[in-house]
Nanobody, 114 residues
């Protein structure tokens, strides 16, 4: 198993930036698929970004503004979020897939205000 701890969320103005971090309790070297999703109160979770091997994919709404990356040496996955919008206020969760099983963290809250 693996434990994932997200951090870096907070309160940010419209148009601002945050970098979310997801620290894993074990090596992520052999993990192929990782990603981030968001979930706002009363709404279904939405996939934000994935990284599979070296290939990244993004929800259409965040393309050009968000960047997912990984640092194997630090066992960490990142989500750089730029030009944030109020509708992106949500809890953000990272996940990894190990042996076809999904693991996720406790989430970090992002609040975008005007």
């Amino acid at each position: 198993q693996v434990q994932l701890v997200e951090s870096g969320g907070g309160l940010v103005q419209v148009g601002g930036s945050l970098r979310l971090s997801c620290s894993a309790s074990r090596s992520i070297f052999g993990i192929y698929h990782m990603g981030w999703y968001s979930q706002a109160p009363g709404k279904q979770r939405e996939l934000v970004a994935t990284i599979s091997g070296g290939t990244t994919n993004y929800a259409d709404s965040v393309k050009g503004r968000f960047t997912i990356s990984r640092d194997n040496a630090k066992d960490t996955v990142y989500l750089q979020m730029n030009s944030l919008k109020p509708e992106e206020t949500a809890g953000y969760y990272c996940y990894v897939v190990i042996n076809s099983r999904y693991y996720w963290g406790q989430g970090t809250q992002v609040t975008v205000y005007s």
